[in-house]
Structure formats: structure tokens, C-alpha cells
């Protein structure tokens, strides 16, 4: 299994490739920042590798501070302005630096963060024997973040989704009967979509997996397992 | 200070361009964009590259009259904020625009689009504080890591930004509308369509329109024919 460190290099090299993108209303929602935050982090995932879509958010963004200028503004006195300026001094300035765009350690930041380490620091959970799949805690009371480990060759046998999913391909790549989806591609699925995906042969795949998760599940096991439940009955 | 404030706002949204508003309150110098370069020279931004650089106060308290109010209203939208909730927020944001103004880069953005986004993370920050949501990120951890460093590529940004200023004022009531609740009220697409008793695809297909006419460009995705409902 390759680390992160090694698929990081691949994320330069793969902006050029990517041909799976987030809806306009998914951008939009994000923008708007109404996503959830699971859902936001997918897709902020996927702006890292993808410099198209990251233009669609900045427009995105601009029709938001549109409409944010156009407001009727609401009274602001001077002694909220007084309290804000005697904070100021309690208040440093901090200083910023981007990260260039041919960083090396391109495993995008919001995701090492999550997963604090590497993704073989992770602690795996085998479904079948190509595919392993870890829960990563977001803090989001509605949708399960987690990654699956699918191995080269493997297939995922045929399945629906009992709720909306996100895909996002962080290595490797994978094939269905709609189409093939490498590093960067993203792949939203509603529930009634059904599809068997079989990872490249000549190498595993990783992706991040953002899906429904309703509250009523209370223990994480059982949760993410989710997913998989209907494919082992058929 | 709100009375000269609130006639800055009258504009109509046809008029909703940069350098709109201290445009109404006193003679503006020449347009807010000089070609080719397009570098930004209206009052907003020269505010912030002074807050950045010489963390100048005079500055800030002009930045503050005239987006402090913005703030205050677009913590009040759509929302269950309190009126003290929504003052802190106002001090919340324009507390990192004080900390952050040195990043603020006037070749690659708009004042009021980045004003608006550290507004928007905040809001998000406070609802997730008041739902007690138990999460180690900030909404500003979502930005991509990466901007475009190509100034062609950041001219262009600008100029669509500045069309999309342009054209706002004439979509159809009924695209504003939806647009108004996703992101000012700060609705889902989902929330936004059971709040109008709409279905869901007509939300979605007048944000599509919106956009097409705001020429927003995007890519369309292989499966985008299939997915959409
Ligand atoms: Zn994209």
C-alpha cells in the first residue's frame, strides 16, 4: 500500500486529468457555505486538485459578496466600533503564507489534519478482501467521513447507496459502468444509483467517502457499515 | 455615522459594483478598475493594504462603518442569531479582517469578497459553536490551499467578478430570490426549496440559470446528465 507522501506527488501531475467534477450546485453550496461539513471537506478536497473548479468558487464567491454589499445594513453604534478598536491592540496581526502550488507534500492539509498521520497510521477495518475502510472523525452529526482501501484489481460487488454519496479519488483510480476516475475526480451518487467498482489492476485505490449517515444509528460500527450492508445480501 | 451610512445603501442592485458605496457618499475619482492591469483602487481595498501593512487604524474604523452594518444584517438574515450573537459576530469578523488584512491581496481579489468570506466563516464558526458541534476544524480550513498565482488567470477572475457585480441587477426576481436564501439566509438548496414549497429540481435549475445568466463558468461534469434529478 502506498503512503501519503508518495500519492502526493501524483496530485500535480493529476490536475491536469481531472474530468469528474462537483455539480454547480454543489460548488454553490459550498461557496454559500451551507454544505455540511463532511460534504465541504470532499469537495474542499477536491479544489486542491482542481484549478477549474477552484475559479468556479472564486466567481461563486463574488456573487455571494454581491449580494452580501447589496443589503439593507442593519444600525451599528459607536460603542460596538469602541470596543472593537480597544481589542485591537490584544489582537496581532498574523502573517500568512499560501502553500505554492508544487508543494511536494501535497496530501491536502484539511485531510492529513483529519486524519492526524498518515493512512497507514489509520486503523483499517477489513469488509471483504479487497476493501478496507476507516471512519474519520469530523465532528459531523450527519454525514460519515471515511476512506475505503480498495486493492488492486478488487471489486466492490454490486451496490446502492441508502443516501447520497461523495466520492473522491485521492490514489489510484477505479473503474464502473459509467466510467474510469483517477486522482482528484470527484463522483457524487444519489441512492438509486447502483454501481460495482473494480480498482485498476495495477495499483490500489484510495478514496474518500462522504455518505448519509441518519442519527438514528448510535453505535459508529454499525454505522459504517452502512454502506455495505445490502452488497452482502445481494 | 448611520445616517450618512444608510444612504450609501440606497443603490439599487443595478448599481451593486464596486465602489458603489463611497461612490454615493462623495464625487468618485475615475472608474474603480484601470485597465489593463486592472488593479483595484477602490477605497476598500486601499483600506485593507493599509491595515496590512501599516496596521493603520484610521483605516479600520472606515472599513468598520462601512461593513460593520453588512455584517450586522447578514448575521440577522434567515437566521435564529440574537441580537447580542449577532453584535459579537460583527466584532468577531471585523477582528480577523484586522488579523488577516495582510494576506488580503488587491491583484487577485475584490474587498468585498473577501470581507464577505471571513464574514461567512464566521457566521459558520458560531453556528457550529451554538450546535455544539465537536469538530478540530474552522470553517477557514476549508479554503482550497492554492490560488491561482498566474496573473492572466487572476485578471480573469477579476473581470468575471466584476461582470457578475454588473449583471446581478438583472436576474429575474424569482432566480434573487433563491440566490438570496443560500447564501444570505444561509439555506441548503434542500431548506431553501421546502421554505418556498418548491421541489427541489426547480431550486436547482433557477441557481443553474442564475448562474448561465451571471456567466459563471463551470465545468460540466461527464456524468452530470445522469446525476441530476
Ligand atoms: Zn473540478
Given at each position: 500500500?502506498?503512503?501519503?507522501?508518495?500519492?502526493?506527488?501524483?496530485?500535480?501531475?493529476?490536475?491536469?486529468?481531472?474530468?469528474?467534477?462537483?455539480?454547480?450546485?454543489?460548488?454553490?453550496?459550498?461557496?454559500?457555505?451551507?454544505?455540511?461539513?463532511?460534504?465541504?471537506?470532499c469537495v474542499s478536497v477536491h479544489l486542491n486538485y482542481c484549478e477549474r473548479c477552484r475559479r468556479?468558487?472564486?466567481?461563486?464567491?463574488?456573487?455571494?459578496?454581491?449580494?452580501?454589499?447589496?443589503?439593507?445594513?442593519?444600525?451599528?453604534?459607536?460603542?460596538?466600533?469602541?470596543?472593537?478598536?480597544?481589542?485591537?491592540?490584544?489582537?496581532?496581526?498574523?502573517?500568512?503564507?499560501?502553500?505554492?502550488?508544487?508543494?511536494?507534500?501535497?496530501?491536502?492539509?484539511?485531510?492529513?489534519?483529519?486524519?492526524?498521520?498518515?493512512?497507514?497510521?489509520?486503523?483499517?477495518?477489513?469488509?471483504t478482501r479487497a476493501l478496507r475502510t476507516t471512519q474519520i472523525k469530523t465532528g459531523d452529526p450527519q454525514f460519515e467521513f471515511s476512506l475505503l482501501h480498495i486493492r488492486a484489481g478488487g471489486e466492490i460487488p454490486a451496490h446502492d447507496h441508502r443516501g447520497s454519496e461523495m466520492t473522491l479519488v485521492l490514489q489510484g483510480g477505479f473503474e464502473d459502468d459509467r466510467g474510469s476516475y483517477r486522482a482528484g475526480d470527484f463522483i457524487h451518487r444519489s441512492p438509486e444509483d447502483i454501481h460495482a467498482p473494480r480498482a485498476f489492476a495495477d495499483e490500489d485505490c484510495i478514496c474518500l467517502a462522504v455518505v448519509d449517515a441518519p442519527l438514528r444509528f448510535t453505535s459508529w460500527k454499525y454505522r459504517w457499515m452502512n454502506p455495505f450492508l445490502r452488497l452482502q445480501t445481494g | 455615522?448611520?445616517?450618512?451610512?444608510?444612504?450609501?445603501?440606497?443603490?439599487?442592485?443595478?448599481d451593486n459594483h464596486e465602489g458603489t458605496h463611497e461612490g454615493a457618499a462623495k464625487p468618485r475619482k475615475s472608474p474603480a478598475w484601470s485597465a489593463p492591469t486592472g488593479r483595484r483602487t477602490d477605497e476598500w481595498s486601499e483600506c485593507l493594504v493599509l491595515i496590512g501593512e501599516k496596521q493603520d487604524r484610521a483605516a479600520f474604523t472606515r472599513l468598520f462603518r462601512h461593513f460593520a452594518p453588512l455584517i450586522k444584517a447578514f448575521a440577522l438574515t434567515g437566521s435564529t442569531l440574537s441580537a447580542t450573537h449577532a453584535d459579537e459576530l460583527?466584532?468577531?469578523?471585523?477582528l480577523k479582517i484586522w488579523q488577516k488584512a495582510k494576506a488580503f491581496n488587491p491583484e487577485k481579489a475584490a474587498a468585498s469578497t473577501w470581507v464577505y468570506t471571513i464574514a461567512r466563516n464566521c457566521r459558520t464558526d458560531m453556528y457550529r459553536r451554538l450546535q455544539k458541534f465537536d469538530t478540530p476544524l474552522a470553517a477557514e480550513d476549508f479554503s482550497p490551499e492554492q490560488d491561482s498565482e498566474e496573473p492572466f488567470m487572476q485578471l480573469q477572475s477579476r473581470r468575471s467578478a466584476e461582470k457578475i457585480r454588473a449583471m446581478m441587477g438583472d436576474l429575474p426576481a424569482d432566480q434573487k430570490q433563491i440566490l438570496a436564501k443560500v447564501y444570505m439566509e444561509g439555506r441548503s438548496h434542500a431548506e431553501a426549496a421546502a421554505e418556498l414549497d418548491l421541489p427541489l429540481g426547480t431550486v436547482k435549475s433557477r441557481v443553474r440559470l442564475a448562474m448561465q445568466k451571471l456567466q459563471v463558468q463551470f465545468e460540466h461534469s461527464l456524468e452530470a446528465g445522469l446525476s441530476q434529478s
Amino acid at each position: 500500500m502506498k503512503t501519503g507522501r508518495e500519492a502526493a506527488g501524483r496530485v500535480e501531475q493529476a490536475t491536469t486529468m481531472i474530468r469528474h467534477h462537483p455539480e454547480l450546485d454543489i460548488l454553490t453550496e459550498y461557496a454559500a457555505g451551507t454544505l455540511s461539513l463532511a460534504q465541504a471537506a470532499c469537495v474542499s478536497v477536491h479544489l486542491n486538485y482542481c484549478e477549474r473548479c477552484r475559479r468556479t468558487v472564486s466567481q461563486l464567491q463574488a456573487v455571494g459578496a454581491s449580494l452580501f454589499t447589496a443589503q439593507d445594513p442593519e444600525v451599528v453604534g459607536d460603542a460596538l466600533l469602541n470596543k472593537v478598536l480597544e481589542r485591537l491592540d490584544d489582537t496581532p496581526p498574523l502573517s500568512y503564507q499560501r502553500t505554492p502550488l508544487s508543494s511536494q507534500d501535497a496530501t491536502p492539509a484539511l485531510l492529513s489534519r483529519l486524519m492526524a498521520g498518515d493512512f497507514s497510521d489509520l486503523s483499517w477495518k477489513n469488509i471483504t478482501r479487497a476493501l478496507r475502510t476507516t471512519q474519520i472523525k469530523t465532528g459531523d452529526p450527519q454525514f460519515e467521513f471515511s476512506l475505503l482501501h480498495i486493492r488492486a484489481g478488487g471489486e466492490i460487488p454490486a451496490h446502492d447507496h441508502r443516501g447520497s454519496e461523495m466520492t473522491l479519488v485521492l490514489q489510484g483510480g477505479f473503474e464502473d459502468d459509467r466510467g474510469s476516475y483517477r486522482a482528484g475526480d470527484f463522483i457524487h451518487r444519489s441512492p438509486e444509483d447502483i454501481h460495482a467498482p473494480r480498482a485498476f489492476a495495477d495499483e490500489d485505490c484510495i478514496c474518500l467517502a462522504v455518505v448519509d449517515a441518519p442519527l438514528r444509528f448510535t453505535s459508529w460500527k454499525y454505522r459504517w457499515m452502512n454502506p455495505f450492508l445490502r452488497l452482502q445480501t445481494g | 455615522m448611520n445616517d450618512s451610512h444608510d444612504d450609501r445603501h440606497q443603490d439599487s442592485h443595478e448599481d451593486n459594483h464596486e465602489g458603489t458605496h463611497e461612490g454615493a457618499a462623495k464625487p468618485r475619482k475615475s472608474p474603480a478598475w484601470s485597465a489593463p492591469t486592472g488593479r483595484r483602487t477602490d477605497e476598500w481595498s486601499e483600506c485593507l493594504v493599509l491595515i496590512g501593512e501599516k496596521q493603520d487604524r484610521a483605516a479600520f474604523t472606515r472599513l468598520f462603518r462601512h461593513f460593520a452594518p453588512l455584517i450586522k444584517a447578514f448575521a440577522l438574515t434567515g437566521s435564529t442569531l440574537s441580537a447580542t450573537h449577532a453584535d459579537e459576530l460583527v466584532q468577531e469578523v471585523m477582528l480577523k479582517i484586522w488579523q488577516k488584512a495582510k494576506a488580503f491581496n488587491p491583484e487577485k481579489a475584490a474587498a468585498s469578497t473577501w470581507v464577505y468570506t471571513i464574514a461567512r466563516n464566521c457566521r459558520t464558526d458560531m453556528y457550529r459553536r451554538l450546535q455544539k458541534f465537536d469538530t478540530p476544524l474552522a470553517a477557514e480550513d476549508f479554503s482550497p490551499e492554492q490560488d491561482s498565482e498566474e496573473p492572466f488567470m487572476q485578471l480573469q477572475s477579476r473581470r468575471s467578478a466584476e461582470k457578475i457585480r454588473a449583471m446581478m441587477g438583472d436576474l429575474p426576481a424569482d432566480q434573487k430570490q433563491i440566490l438570496a436564501k443560500v447564501y444570505m439566509e444561509g439555506r441548503s438548496h434542500a431548506e431553501a426549496a421546502a421554505e418556498l414549497d418548491l421541489p427541489l429540481g426547480t431550486v436547482k435549475s433557477r441557481v443553474r440559470l442564475a448562474m448561465q445568466k451571471l456567466q459563471v463558468q463551470f465545468e460540466h461534469s461527464l456524468e452530470a446528465g445522469l446525476s441530476q434529478s
